[in-house]
């Protein structure tokens, strides 16, 4: 958020494009892939949720992948840090909290 707050043109990016595609993709192909726009909507969902979660940290400079490389070259190499390694664990447990259920329950009804 440090970034969106120097330059808040970024949060506009970040949430418009999310919206942006769930719109332009359900109506301009959803009844072209899935037979109506209603059922591809349920296909489509959790897969912007993914991308909203990702520009965001793109844009707000959190970077969980570079916390996750260094984790992974330390096990590699013997000289892990303990917070990488807890940092990268509490990353994968809050997405998978926060997008299971979402996922789960678009799953179910479709």
């Known amino acids: 958020m440090l970034k969106v707050k120097h330059?808040?043109?970024?949060?506009?990016?970040?949430?418009?494009?999310?919206v942006m595609f769930v719109v332009m993709f359900t109506y301009l192909f959803g009844g072209a892939i899935a037979g109506s726009t209603g059922e591809y909507l349920h296909y489509i969902l959790p897969g912007i949720l993914v991308m909203s979660v990702l520009f965001t940290t793109v844009y707000s400079g959190v970077n969980p992948?570079?916390?996750?490389a260094t984790a992974s070259?330390?096990?590699m190499h013997g000289g892990a840090q303990t917070s990488d390694i807890l940092i990268v664990?509490?990353?994968?447990?809050g997405l998978t909290a926060a997008f299971a259920p979402l996922t789960t329950r678009l799953y179910r009804r479709g």
Do not use: Y
């Open 65 to 68: 992948i570079s916390v996750l």
């Open 73 to 75: 070259r330390g096990l």
């Open 89 to 93: 664990l509490a990353v994968a447990a």
């Open 7 to 18: 330059v808040p043109e970024q949060l506009l990016d970040v949430t418009i494009t999310p």
